[in-house]
């Protein structure tokens, strides 16, 4: 198979596009002239199952959907779709987005490390071991799912500029910061660069005598976008030659893979790649979101759960989907996704339950729900730091009021009466001066 894919300009080319009535392609037009759409023939062909239509999951992951845009912004999309005028179009477009709080992801200074006076771009350090770096080149991916919190950087509307090419800096900043075992490849996704770009960034961190560096992570969702990037692209033999090399050089090679549902895990295609993935030494950690209309269903994780280790991988985070884009249509309340993760953790057996979460990646760190307890006569939410922006909160239980409609961490308040969380104080401090808001998962 040879990847193609499909955009808002082409999509009406898929074959199975036919089963669609006028009207939904018209509103997939409009839905997709705000957010972006991307959809690719191994997505089309082997994960949607288009007698499901509307509702197949994998449908809804990749193809915009109307309900997608709260009515208003709808109609005012509409709006734009229908007017000649290319400039109110444009300005209607851009008022939409702009309304869509594109940047939960000021990923702004507060993330950004500086070595000496000069600031790092294209590389984020929130927790202590682990640095995040945004190729340049990696910053598109096989398909795009429709929930995606980096969804403004996909439209134009905010530049790369957390991206680099630049791994000379990144290097004298790990042998200037020896706390730092692992460097974690993101993007968009880093397997859509070709074997020859990545190891221009991987191969400066394998030679430079780094000790400290002990992992190297490369977040991806090429195994549930495109598996044939590892075993039949023209240049996947390089690639697996250039994971064996880190293996080699004695670096632990971690693959953080990104699946949504269980159909993404049923493909010859998924396990062939896995195979080849496994066989260099690597291995594959994987994490998800829990969104509704897609997963939230305690059956479809505790099959993606089982499926995985079966093939070999292990289950790593459940995540809460974030305060941006659509998050009104995949939101799904900390008590359902608790009850979802639990129902789930129960049904698989403890060689499954590696996996962490519900967890929230948001200003202060990783937050997962632990429970709902009633103590002292009050209905709670226990919590705890998975990772923290200070290290010294990490795993620390605190309690929060419960709340059923609760979906972020901002709706949440202290529970007994208190007036602030034991880290609010810190928090604030450390946010003097920075800029606030929160970053990537
Ligand atoms: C999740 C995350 C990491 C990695 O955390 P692990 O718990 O080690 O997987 C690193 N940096 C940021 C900003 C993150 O959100
Ligand atoms: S979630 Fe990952 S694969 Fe999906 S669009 Fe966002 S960056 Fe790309």
């Not at 790593?316 to 995949?330: E, K, L, P, V």
Request: hydrophobic share 35%.
């Amino acid at each position: 198979m040879h990847y193609k894919s499909y955009s808002s300009n082409n999509f009406t080319k898929i074959p199975q596009i036919e089963s669609l009535s006028a009207g939904q392609i018209r509103e997939i037009e409009i839905v997709s002239s705000v957010l972006p759409f991307k959809t690719n023939n191994y997505v089309t062909e082997k994960l949607i199952n288009w007698e499901n239509l509307p509702f197949d999951p994998i449908f809804v992951l990749t193809f915009p959907q109307k309900e997608m845009l709260k009515p208003r912004h709808y109609e005012l999309a509409e709006k734009a779709y229908h007017t000649k005028d290319l400039k109110e179009k444009s300005a209607i477009i851009k008022q939409i987005r702009m309304e869509l709080n594109p940047h939960p992801a000021g990923q702004t200074d507060l993330n950004v490390p500086k070595s000496g006076e000069e600031k790092l771009q294209g590389t984020q350090h929130k927790y202590r071991q682990t640095v995040l770096f945004f190729p340049s080149q990696g910053q598109t991916c096989h398909a795009y799912c429709t929930f995606c919190f980096r969804w403004p950087q996909f439209t134009g509307i905010s530049e790369l500029k957390f991206s680099s090419n630049e791994v000379d800096k990144l290097v004298k900043y790990l042998e200037e910061n020896p706390q730092i075992t692992d460097v974690l490849f993101t993007g968009g996704d880093p397997m859509v660069m070709r074997a020859h770009i990545l190891r221009k960034y991987i191969e400066p961190l394998l030679e430079s005598n780094l000790t400290s560096l002990k992992n190297i992570r490369i977040g991806t969702k090429a195994l549930g976008y495109w598996p044939q990037r590892f075993y039949s692209d023209s240049d996947a033999p390089e690639l697996l030659k250039l994971f064996k090399q880190v293996k080699k050089s004695g670096k632990h090679l971690a693959i953080m893979a990104h699946f949504n549902h269980n159909v993404e895990l049923e493909t010859e295609e998924v396990s062939q790649a896995v195979k080849k993935i496994l066989k260099t030494g690597a291995v594959i950690r994987t994490q998800s979101p829990i969104m509704e209309h897609i997963n939230n269903d305690s059956g479809v994780w505790s099959k993606m759960w089982s499926k995985q280790v079966e093939l070999g991988m292990i289950p790593y985070y459940m995540f809460i989907a974030r305060n941006t884009g659509a998050q009104h249509y995949f939101s799904v309340p900390l008590s359902i996704a608790f009850q979802k993760y639990r129902e789930a953790y129960q049904s698989v057996s403890g060689i499954c339950r590696t996996v962490r979460g519900p967890s929230m990646s948001c200003l202060p760190g990783k937050v997962q729900v632990l429970g709902i307890n009633e103590i002292a006569g009050e209905k709670v939410f226990t919590l705890r730091f998975i990772q923290g922006r200070n290290p010294d909160w990490i795993g620390k239980p605190f309690f929060a009021k419960f709340d059923p409609k609760a979906i972020w961490y901002t709706d949440l308040v202290p529970a007994f009466g208190e007036e602030k969380f034991f880290f609010t104080d810190e928090l604030n401090k450390m946010l003097a001066g920075g800029d606030e808001e929160d970053d990537f998962e």
